[in-house]
């Protein structure tokens, strides 16, 4: 039994996301598999420690993008030691602020972004003296 989940992000162009994440989220490529008629169905990311996956919208698979079936239901963390430089970085790119990143009382500073391909990522960092 694996102990490990790592997130398949359904994107409308696998390349452009590639060249998104490793630009702004310093992301590094993996694996990349296509079909012959250039579909992407599989494209590996690492970001720090954690894996995702990348697969490009075919909708006879049911593979919808956010941006095309209304937006997604799942919000992704990214926790870093900078979050408004990353914040600033994906908004550079793209991405479009939904909750500022600001100190929170509990802890984090933290905000709210949907990258360019409608994910939603919330972009943290512990704050000193966190328990």
């Known amino acids: ?70 937006g997604s239901p799942v919000l992704l963390t990214l926790t870093v030691t900078d979050a408004s430089a990353v914040g600033a970085a994906m908004v550079a790119g793209g991405a479009t602020v939904l909750i500022p990143i600001e100190d929170r009382s509990y802890g984090l500073s933290e905000g709210r972004l949907r990258d360019p391909f409608g994910h939603l990522w919330i972009v943290s960092q512990d704050l000193p003296g966190r328990p």
């Open 1 to 70: 039994m694996t102990d490990t989940i790592r997130p398949r992000l359904v994107v409308p162009d696998v390349d452009e996301a590639i060249a998104y994440y490793v630009e702004h989220l310093g992301a590094e490529r993996g694996a990349r598999y296509a079909e012959p008629s250039g579909h992407v169905v599989h494209a590996e990311l690492c970001i720090g420690r954690s894996e995702l996956s990348l697969t490009q919208a075919h909708a006879d698979w049911g593979l919808s993008a956010p941006s095309g079936s209304g």
